[in-house]
């Protein structure tokens, strides 16, 4: 068979999307169901079609395929299932406004029907973006298999989840204070409320009492425009200071409306005054003070957050102006008692921080209750498991104190909420199935609610839509659940826990069996990657710099589980040189393995493809280096895959990063050249051997990571047919994992090699503290005793060559080392190489006496400086210490030279 070698240098660009595009249509990623095979399936979180690939997602997928090609290789029948999600906010956000960008249109101008064709446009022209960006990282997803949140299947799932919550009863629809937010002008569920703390005032106003011979009361509050709809004034229960004013009235200040005082749990008696405002249509917890004492509620701000009319004069005005003018009011009335700065928490749009407002609104909701108690069982029993576990804390904490959830948003684009209402009786009709006439009075005049319902309803059931859910589908019954769930951590509430209370209502089980969570890439000084910071970074320009194993590398390498990471450039370009290292070795290792007409020379397995024969070599004449070698790799096996079934990707990566690196390129390698350049044609054959075997299975170990190199450097290898390789085909990326055995771990050559590595470290050290040449050759003592003395002995070689040793001798213990020679102490013995081995002493007098010289000459200018009485009267005495300073320096270092030279004079006499 004619060879052919890697080129000279790495560039990944010369390969990268090559082998992606082979390994997709070869069909690599593909999987179907097959009832002889284990599945191990994931679902990954579909990312936005407004978006791009950022490094949240790098790193998200890169674990996902790391997870995914270790499984495939391993022989379970692996499937990814790649997505996308339709985002409702954000994409008709951006179709809005490039709509009025470019037309000068609003959506209204166009209706819904036009409207959402434009944003299917959109889709079409730039849903596929991130697709083709996952390729570039090297996702090995099915592809096949890619689903859409608003996809036909994906809506008729969500159709039937809606109709079958609303038929138990665990979907209504009712007028409750709501997130409502003004810019995007929809409702927002809890989750999707971002709390920030800002820097704010309290403002404390006098209520003057409604009745003469009562009590003025003063309440504090950061937010004063909201005054216009307070309904009470709440204090605390059982508190004296308010124990003669409950039941009373005071007049809502300027506005003149008088409200009662009531007693309730709710007021903080520590915070301001005690006494809060109640204003049930703007504040959640003021909206349940007003339900248990049944209070009239009354709503001052519009959907634009400008006041309604409620405001009186200051209608029309957006909610901070009217702040600002009304507060000024307050003021020059006489009502503003002080005014203090605070932290104010603040709940924000997670799309577009804009702050939202509590508004009481008619919307659909999901009763959480009952839901919630199956979800919360799944992870106490350990039918579901997070990883790291300290996240179960948090995902049990919001599911104890959950609200009921508002699921209607008011959108035109996203998945359209499936009731309908009768024009002629009011009957409402919740139906999979688009009603043609009312089934309580036979009107056809039907029309469709108007609200579309919240993207994470339909996100939630993504583990078993995208798998034909509510079909009985062969794929839902084989692949369901998934295994692993990964993702970041900041999405547990918004995602993770409403997958698990859908899919334990809808299929009994949970959706997959871990929950693997990641933390946030930060940049290199720990801040979160945004727009307003102007710190993100791409990671397709990283790919076109660095290559997308690297990337893949040092974000794999990069994370532990729950943790979030710093991205530095010098990481990426550790992982590009590291990449790098692993092809020139590579490139000399498949050198070595052709004769000039490029044909394979013979190997010691007899088969000429670096293929094992018997788990034990029994047969090949192994040397201890090669023993060493196998045994090291045979640990690493064990090592990378308990760590990759246990999540610790990056202890994985850098044991396999050890063995490339250290262990095979340089050790391995530097031991056996002598080998490969002799005349023992038998012993030439042993090393090919095991050069190519031990690759082989390092390349598998590493191909999860760094896909493409390692399928590169594949193909230039030998190899049988794909069968006996133990592969589905010829590519790598079928290959099978390789297996621990305790016939591969040789102990004794381990500690042999390993003592020879010590020894060869610690005169390489010793050479170079001296700054003696590593051409320059050296003689060595070695003491020690007992089975060190003959591990150590039997590592001669290894120490002569590497080490540039012209003679060793060993002694043991009891016997004197030599004097005058440097020591070096390693595990089980002591090495002695003499000082003139180091040094070479004419040559070391020569460059003493040099410098002997030239200090005297400074030591000689320096006193003749401070003997100068003009520089002493007119210098400054800054200069004149500096001086003297230097005196004593150059005096101190013309001493130690001095005994330098008068000791190597000495040793030049013996």
Known sequence: MIMKNLSKTYDPKEFEDRLYAMWEESGSFHSDVDPDRKPFTIVMPPPNITGKLHMGHALDQTLQDVLIRYKRMRGYNALWIPGSDHASIATEVKVANRLRDEEGLEKEDLGREAFLERVWDWKREFGGTITRQCRKLGDSCDWSRERFTMDEGCSKAVRAFFVR???????????????WCPSCKTSLSDAEVEHEDKQGEYWYFRYPAAEEGG??????????????????????ENDPRYKDMVGQKVV??????????????????????????????HDPNDFEVGQRHDLEVLSCINEDATMNELAG????????ECRKQWVADLEAAGYLVKVENMTIPAGTCYRCHTVIEPMLSEQWFVKMEELAKPALEAAEKGDLEFVPDRFVKIYNHWLEDIRDWCISRQLWWGHRIPAWYCDECGETIVSEEDPTVCPKCGSKHLHQDEDVLDTWFSSALWPFSTLGWPEETPELKY????????????????WVVRMVFSALEETDQVPFKYVYLHGLVRDSQGRKMSKSLGNGIDPLEEIDRFGADALRFMLSNGITPGNDMRYQESKILSARNFANKLWNASRFVIMNLQDEEGNFLPMADGEGMGLARTADFSGIALKDEDKWMISRLNDAVQYVTSAIDNFDLALASQRVYDL?????????????????????????????????MVLKEELKLLHPFMPFITEEIWDFLPHADAEKEGCRNEYLISAKWPEFSESRCFSEEEQIVNMAMEAITAIRNARAEAEAAPSRSLTAVIQADGEDLDRIRSGERYIRDLANLSDMTFINGGQEGPEDAVSKVIAGAQIFIPMADLVDFEEEYQRLSKEKKRLEGEVAR?????????????????????????????????RNVSEQLQTVAEKIQK
Do not use: H
């Open 165 to 179: 919550l609303y038929n138990r009863g665990l979907i209504y629809r009712g007028k409750r204070l709501i997130n």
């Open 215 to 236: 009590k003025d009361i003063v309440v504090a509050t950061s937010r004063p425009e909201t005054m216009f709809g307070d309904v009470a004034i709440a204090v605390p």
């Open 252 to 281: 809502l200040p300027l506005v003149g409306r008088e409200i009662p005082i009531v007693e309730d749990p709710y007021p903080d008696p520590e915070k301001g005054t005690g006494a809060v405002k109640i204003t049930p249509a």
């Open 313 to 320: 004069k200051y209608a029309g005005m957006d909610r901070y």
């Open 479 to 494: 692949y369901y659940p998934t295994d692993v769930l990964v993702t970041g951590y900041d999405i547990i509430f918004f």
């Open 660 to 692: 490339i690196w250290n262990e095979f390129c340089d050790w391995y390698i530097e031991f056996v050249k002598k080998r490969l350049w002799s005349d023992d044609e038998e012993d030439k054959a042993v090393v090919r051997f095991v050069l190519v």
């Open 862 to 894: 320096a006193e003749k400086k401070l003997a100068n009485q003009g520089f002493l009267a007119k210098a400054p005495e800054s200069v004149v210490n500096e001086e003297k300073e230097k005196k004593v320096r150059y005096e101190e270092m013309l």
